[in-house]
Nanobody
Framework: QWEFVESGGGLVQPGGSLRLSCGPS????????VSWFRQAPGKEREGITC????????????NYADSVKGRFIISRNSTKNTVHLQMNSLKPEDTGVYYC?????????????????????WGPGTQVAVSS
């Protein structure tokens, strides 16, 4: 049984947009660093964005991989206990399975996009295909 699931994936044309969602979860995601990873066909899974916990009173914000910076936006909806990934100006190389992962805080610095092993909770993933 998954602690949370991803949704919102699908097929989109290049230049289009998609909004992925992670959650809701049985635990309060405000106390967790939440990251989005993706795995393209034939490639290793990579971190693309993360957002630090803020339930403990500090907020170190978000971090983005260079490949998505300026196109993707990660955000929280604390009321719904979800984390979202708004993906704009999609490219064929954005195709892959997108995973949400969470690790309980508190953090002491801006979240990083490496060290996937630190994440305790993962969703099953949602497929994104960018093609004309």
């Amino acid at each position: 049984q998954w602690e949370f699931v991803e949704s919102g994936g699908g097929l989109v044309q290049p230049g289009g947009s998609l909004r992925l969602s992670c959650g809701p979860s049985r635990f309060n995601l405000d106390y967790y660093t939440v990251s989005w990873f993706r795995q393209a066909p034939g490639k290793e899974r990579e971190g693309i964005t993360c957002i630090g916990d803020h339930g403990y009173g500090t907020n170190y914000g978000a971090n983005y991989a260079d490949s998505v910076k300026g196109r993707f936006i990660i955000s929280r909806n604390s009321t719904k206990n979800t984390v979202h990934l708004q993906m704009n100006s999609l490219k064929p190389e954005d195709t892959g399975v997108y995973y949400c992962a969470a690790e309980r805080g508190p953090t002491t610095n801006v979240c990083t996009l490496t060290d996937q092993g630190r994440y305790t909770y993962w969703g099953p993933g949602t497929q994104v295909a960018v093609s004309s």
